[in-house]
T-cell receptor, first 115, second 111 residues
Framework: EPEVTQTPSHQVTQMGQEVILRCVPISNHLYFYWYRQILGQKVEFLVSFYNNEISEKSEIFDDQFSVERPDGSNFTLKIRSTKLEDSAMYFC?????????????FGSGTRLTVV | QQQVKQSPQSLIVQKGGISIINCAYENTAFDYFPWYQQFPGKGPALLIAIRPDVSEKKEGRFTISFNKSAKQFSLHIMDSQPGDSATYFCAASYNFNKFYFGSGTKLNVKP
């Protein structure tokens, strides 16, 4: 069964440092997303990406965040200057045409710890 | 503003019992309502989903009941098993772009 792969599974970083979270979406999917989940809380939308550009972003996704699809397979989330409150699980997701009855496929997440 | 409200926060059910989790939404433009199951350390996995043109959808032991006029939908897990112990999230979206998730229900099925 196709999977969304995220690396690393866990990243610890110093406050103020830049981090890049990486995702390999399912190969024939066209829509890509990042969500985050602060420990014990609900999953929150960050950004959606289609046709090499952001299609929608939340108020959480401020100027510190950026996304990129640097090649045909990877989809990255960059946080320029991490803050303590950025500590969370970050989930990448992808979907096919966007009208599937099968929802997103989520990756297993990257646990980001900012110290 | 909380677009999707979920209850209860936690639920304990005996093996073989019925687990019921409820969600209410605000935006009448929502047109897709999935339920996700999440095990510790894993990403959410799609369990079952419904569109607002039907009132019920059943897949195995899992059923979604949908009440469009009340803006509510619920997940029923029949014959609950210890392996069903997980956190369940309802969600809603329109145009299948971004999903609004509920706050989650931690289900514990006791043997």
């Amino acid at each position: 069964e196709p999977e969304v792969t995220q690396t690393p599974s866990h990243q610890v970083t110093q406050m103020g440092q830049e981090v890049i979270l990486r995702c390999v979406p399912i190969s024939n999917h066209l829509y890509f997303y990042w969500y985050r989940q602060i420990l014990g809380q609900k999953v929150e939308f960050l950004v959606s990406f289609y046709n090499n550009e952001i299609s929608e972003k939340s108020e959480i996704f401020d100027d510190q965040f950026s996304v990129e699809r640097p090649d045909g397979s990877n989809f990255t989330l960059k946080i320029r200057s991490t803050k303590l409150e950025d500590s969370a699980m970050y989930f990448c997701a992808s979907s096919d045409t966007g009208m599937s009855n099968y929802g997103y496929t989520f990756g297993s997440g990257t646990r980001l710890t900012v110290v | 503003q909380q677009q999707v409200k979920q209850s209860p926060q936690s639920l304990i059910v005996q093996k073989g019992g019925i687990s019921i989790i409820n969600c209410a939404y605000e935006n009448t433009a929502f047109d897709y309502f999935p339920w996700y199951q999440q095990f510790p350390g894993k990403g959410p996995a799609l369990l079952i989903a419904i569109r607002p043109d039907v009132s019920e959808k059943k897949e195995g032991r899992f059923t979604i009941s949908f009440n469009k006029s009340a803006k509510q939908f619920s997940l029923h897990i029949m014959d609950s098993q210890p392996g069903d112990s997980a956190t369940y999230f309802c969600a809603a979206s329109y145009n299948f772009n971004k999903f609004y998730f509920g706050s989650g229900t931690k289900l514990n099925v006791k043997p």
